[in-house]
Structures are given as C-alpha cells and as structure tokens.
C-alpha cells in the first residue's frame, strides 16, 4: 500500500474515533442498549417474517406478493426494510423475497464467507429452498454486488436484473477510480473498525448517511430506527464492514466472471447526483443493458426518489 493510502486510512480511523468516543454528545430517535429489546420492524399487510439455514448460515428474509419471484437485496447502511416503501406495488405481480445479508439484523454472522460469489450462494440457496428456479433479481450497493455474482454464477435462473446505484469491485476503469476517492472503503474494511463502531452505530449511521445522499432527511424516523436497530444487534458493525474488507477476493472473481458476459436484460439504474456512470459500467459485464437514472437523487435513491425507482424497477420487469 502507498504511504499516501496508508495516511488516509490511519487518519480517517482517527477521525471516525474522535467522533464517536463523543457519541453521548449526541441525541438519537434509538439507543444502542434497546437494539435488543426492540422488535423489528414490521413490513406491510400480506408479508411475513421468515427464517432459513442456507449455505451453513441462518438468513432471514421478509416476503409476500404472488407471482414471479423477484429478489431484492439491500446494500450497507440499510437492510431488507429499504424496500418497504416498495412493497405494495411489486407484490401485486411479484412474489418478493427481501433478505438481510449475511453479517446483519437477524441474519447469521459468522466469522467468514463476506466476499459476494458466497453471499450470493447463500441467496440462491435460499431460492432453491423455496422452490424457485427462475426468479427476478434487483440489488442496491452491496446488493448490487451480491445481485451481479448470483447473476454471473447462476445465469439460467436469471430472467431480468436490476442493479442499482453503486460498481462492481475489480472492473475498470471506474472501479480503481471511486476506491481511490470513497475514503469509507478504507475505513470499513479495516480489521477492527466494526469493534470501534460497535455499539455506536446510530451515532455512526446518522453521520455517514449524507455522506453520499442528496436529498436532506430522506428517511422516515421509522426507516432510520429500523436501520439503526439493525446494524445495533452485537456483532452486525463487524458483519457488515466485512463486505467491504471482501473487495479485494470480489474484484478477483469478478475478473473472472466478465470474461463471460450476463446474458439477461440488465437494468442499470444510477442516480444524477450518484451513479451516473452505471450504465457504460455495466456494458463492460452484460450484453443487454437499459439505463435509467433517478433525477434529483443521490445515493439513497428508493427512498430520495420512490416514485420514480418504483416506475423505473416496474416498467423494467413488466415488459415483455
């Protein structure tokens, strides 16, 4: 590692530590010593809490709706209630599957199996234990990393993905380029930075999350509660910064994975204020790429932006 990666990293460990040993500073709608006391949130009328041993850990998953099963996978500072605004529409034509990855919420956090070829193993075993063999597939920042290796790993299952606001580790040249800038990589993937923020997480999440939105307070107290509870159950800092210290293992697979490109319809939908570049990102992995991008949004586009997100996941996965 360069001196200059190594300084960025030590100081923004540095910072983010000064910041949260003054967490009793600070008030928050949810403290981290009622995580355990608090039930989680429910989701709408129709869908239900579930639980499964899949790929040798325990998954829970949200889901409802009839039809076509389509799977939609979170990404970090969020879980599977990120898709709750959505919900009620998808599930008039889709059976939904929304799970929290390994390493969050109620999920299973085991010491290993972070990088995103064995988080998606884990998805589509789950599928496979539902009894679906051909699904719809939508992923938002680490999920859509996780989407991309069920994808590349599972073709034939596939009929349609999403992939939405966020890049795939190791494809070029925009990969090395958002690294070289996203300073928080550095930071979550360091060994011990779940420890640090262990136990602070909604001091953390409130703080990080206009790091990369756009519009202000783009949450409602019931979505931030929620998150935060979630990243709150012990062990869940640790779990999901292990997403981001895979990068590395992921850009090797990936490598491998975009030397055949996905054969599906490809949805790329970034935001302008975001991932404005996920389209020609993604024409370096797929065939069949459609681009749509959320106006007046940043990072947090389903909740920034529901109404144009729910047309845009809609109009994708309704077509013929």
């Not at 967490?23 to 579930?50: D, E, M, V, Y």
């Not at 390994?102 to 064995?118: A, I, M, N, Q, V």
């Amino acid at each position: 590692m360069k001196t200059s990666a190594k300084i960025l990293r030590l100081t923004t460990l540095l910072l983010f530590a000064n910041l949260l040993s003054n967490g009793n500073a600070r008030s928050l709608p949810l403290i981290q010593k009622q995580a355990q006391t608090i039930k989680p949130a429910s989701p709408p009328s129709g869908f239900k809490h579930q639980y499964a041993m899949v790929n040798g850990v325990k998954i829970h998953y949200v889901t409802g709706g009839k039809g076509v099963p389509l799977l939609l996978i979170h990404g970090f500072g969020q879980n599977w209630f990120m898709w709750n605004r959505l919900l009620p529409e998808l599930s008039k034509h889709f059976t939904i599957v929304a799970p929290d990855l390994r390493g969050l919420g109620e999920s299973g956090k085991p010491t290993g199996g972070y990088d995103k070829k064995t988080m998606a193993k884990d998805l589509h075993e789950l599928m496979k234990k539902l009894g679906y063999k051909q699904i719809n597939l939508a992923g938002h920042d680490i999920g859509l990393m996780v989407a991309y290796a069920y994808a590349a790993q599972f073709p034939d299952e596939v009929k349609k993905l999403a992939l939405m606001d966020a890049l795939l580790p190791g494809v070029e040249p925009v990969w090395s380029e958002v690294r070289a800038h996203a300073w928080w990589f550095g930071f979550f993937g360091m060994p011990n930075s779940g420890e640090i923020v262990a136990g602070k997480a909604g001091l953390f999440l409130t703080s990080f999350w206009p790091v990369v939105g756009y519009v202000k307070n783009a949450f409602t107290e019931t979505e931030r509660n929620e998150f935060i509870r979630a990243y709150s159950v012990p062990g869940a800092t640790t779990g999901s910064f292990h997403w981001f210290a895979a990068f590395d293992q992921d850009a090797k697979d990936n490598q491998e994975f975009m030397k055949k490109k996905l054969p599906m319809p490809l949805l790329a939908m970034g935001s302008d204020h975001g991932g404005a570049f996920l389209a020609e990102h993604c024409r370096l992995v797929a065939t069949n790429v459609k681009e749509v991008i959320i106006k007046g949004a940043g990072h947090w586009i389903v909740q920034e932006q529901t109404e144009q997100v729910k047309k845009g996941l809609s109009d994708f996965f309704l077509s013929k």
